[in-house]
């Protein structure tokens, strides 16, 4: 495969990611070895908002990209990209740091019942078929990019067919963001996603339950329930 240029967002039918992408600019606009700015990498790629972190996740496929602690001679905003490491654009070469047979077979049926042998990200079982009738799944287990609460960056294992598994989607979760939405929600909100947690699916709130209910109701019914509700005052 030739390499492709860092202003492509696909090559073929595999999608180029935000990592692939940067890793591309590194090699082709700085050069191994070479100084380059945060302001530059974000200059190149506008649309995209963390491309910065993006970058560091290159440092996962032996990337070495250093700053002035590890390079006194940079300044605090100069980075060097110091060694290219792992073909990332190339597909199924930006699968994370470790190999598939690093994980045990003790962990990956470990790791199969846990996640109820799914998919995790679209949800099929193993050798059901697709929506489509192409073909039927295969779970795999691989590993994911997780940022901690602390903001530490660790990689935990997860049930993944191969269909989902496939191409340079970025599936990294920033755990932070997710603790920090939770935070903002309203009580009820909260409690309802707590039921769904526990639960370990979607279950119907009371007030879905309830609006059900009433959607099926003669009008005059609907009436007698609307009253209840002490909508007329408001309405009218
Ligand atoms: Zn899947």
């Known amino acids: 495969m030739t390499m492709p240029s860092w202003r492509e967002t696909k090559v073929g039918n595999h999608k180029l990611g935000s990592m692939a992408r940067a890793a591309l600019w590194l090699v082709q606009e700085v050069g191994?070895?070479?100084?380059?700015?945060?302001?530059?990498?974000?200059?190149?790629?506008?649309?995209?908002?963390q491309i910065d972190?993006?970058?560091?996740?290159?440092?996962?496929?032996?990337?070495?990209?250093?700053?002035?602690?590890e390079d006194p001679a940079l300044l605090?905003?100069?980075?060097?990209?110091?060694?290219?490491?792992?073909?990332?654009?190339?597909?199924g070469q930006a699968k994370g740091p470790s190999h598939k047979a690093s994980i045990t077979n003790a962990q990956r049926a470990k790791v199969l019942q846990e996640d109820g042998y799914l998919c995790r990200t679209?949800?099929?079982?193993?050798?059901?078929?697709?929506?489509?009738?192409?073909?039927?799944?295969?779970?795999?287990?691989?590993?994911?990019?997780?940022?901690?609460?602390?903001?530490r960056v660790t990689h935990q294992l997860v049930t993944e067919c191969k269909r989902c598994g496939r191409g340079s989607v970025d599936r990294?979760?920033?755990?932070?963001e997710?603790?920090?939405?939770?935070?903002?929600l309203a009580p009820l909100e909260r409690s309802v996603l707590s039921g769904w947690v526990k639960a370990g699916q979607r279950t119907y709130s009371s007030?879905?339950?309830?609006?059900?209910?009433?959607?099926?109701?003669?009008?005059?019914?609907?009436?007698?329930?609307?009253?209840?509700?002490?909508?007329d005052g408001t309405e009218d």
């Open 172 to 176: 990294s979760v920033d755990l932070r």
């Open 32 to 49: 191994e070895g070479q100084i380059f700015t945060v302001a530059k990498l974000r200059e190149a790629f506008p649309d995209i908002a």
């Open 178 to 184: 997710i603790l920090s939405r939770i935070e903002s």
């Open 53 to 69: 972190r993006r970058m560091r996740d290159l440092r996962d496929h032996d990337w070495e990209i250093t700053t002035n602690r």
């Open 207 to 231: 007030l879905e339950v309830l609006w059900g209910m009433y959607r099926t109701l003669p009008e005059e019914s609907r009436k007698t329930v609307a009253d209840a509700l002490d909508l």
């Open 122 to 151: 679209c949800g099929i079982a193993g050798g059901e078929a697709y929506e489509d009738g192409v073909e039927q799944s295969v779970l795999n287990v691989a590993r994911r990019q997780v940022t901690l609460a602390d903001g």
């Open 76 to 91: 605090p905003q100069e980075r060097r990209f110091a060694r290219r490491g792992k073909d990332v654009w190339v597909p």
